[in-house]
């Protein structure tokens, strides 16, 4: 199996600031690779497909980069509404699986 | 509006068994693979199972976890999706969720809550 190992799983920072999340895969997925955002007692939100490709309707300020085994996602510019969990996802080969998550805090 | 809504889901005794239920709406639901993904009582995300569409057969993948007790089929008539839980564990205690497979997946359902306990 495929492991996607997520870091930080917690960061802290201030409204505006540009924020980086990386994915690690334990194995070459190309870029089969996703984010999903989850806010509490919610489904998760596509962000990203193919390591760098933004949803519709996603707002510009989340932009993915990374192909291969490893891949970031970056925030720009904090916003108050981006406060919540975010996931990484391979669909490179079952099974798919996830990371283990970072919670965003807004300090 | 393209959406997706799960029922089924409840309170069951450890080795008993549920059907979950995914209704699709707002979308040409026979084009698209379907799969379910559980989420433990304040834990990350998991996997459970995939059914590819007719021109695939059919055919389906599941996790480790769940491969022999649980069962994913559909229904294009009825724009449906359906998660088949037997020998049901603790373990299993969830929030399910189906969602569209498309460049990744793009639409979720709300989830329905499925708790294994005696």
């Known amino acids: 199996d495929i492991q996607l190992t997520q870091s930080p799983s917690f960061l802290s920072a201030s409204v505006g600031d540009r924020v980086t999340i990386t994915c690690r895969a334990s194995?070459?997925?190309?870029?089969?690779l996703a984010w999903y955002q989850q806010k509490p007692g919610k489904a998760p939100k596509l962000l990203i497909y193919?390591?760098?490709t933004l949803q519709s309707g996603v707002p510009s300020r989340f932009s993915g980069s990374g192909s291969g085994t490893e891949f970031t996602l970056t925030i720009s510019s904090l916003q108050p509404e981006d406060s919540v969990i975010y996931y990484c996802?391979?669909?490179?080969?079952?099974?798919?699986?996830f990371g283990g998550g970072t919670k965003v805090e807004i300090k | 509006e393209v959406q997706l809504v799960e029922s089924g889901g409840g309170l069951v005794q450890p080795g008993g068994s549920l059907r979950l239920s995914c209704a699709a709406s707002?979308?040409?639901?026979?084009?698209?693979?379907m799969d379910w993904v559980r989420q433990a009582p304040g834990k990350g995300l998991e996997w459970v199972g995939r059914?590819?569409?007719?021109?695939?057969?059919?055919?389906?993948e599941y996790a480790a976890s769940v491969k022999g007790r649980f069962s994913v089929s559909r229904d294009d008539s009825k724009d449906s999706v359906y998660l088949q839980m037997n020998s049901l564990k603790t373990e299993d205690t969830a929030v399910y969720y189906c969602?569209?497979?498309?460049?990744?997946?793009?639409?979720w359902g709300q989830g329905t809550g499925v708790t294994v306990s005696s």
């Open positions: 194995q070459d997925i190309s870029s089969y």
């Open positions: 969602a569209r497979v498309g460049r990744g997946f793009d639409i």
């Open positions: 059914i590819r569409k007719k021109v695939n057969s059919y055919t389906t």
């Open positions: 996802q391979q669909l490179n080969s079952y099974p798919l699986t």
């Open positions: 193919a390591a760098s």
């Open positions: 707002g979308f040409i639901f026979s084009d698209h693979y």
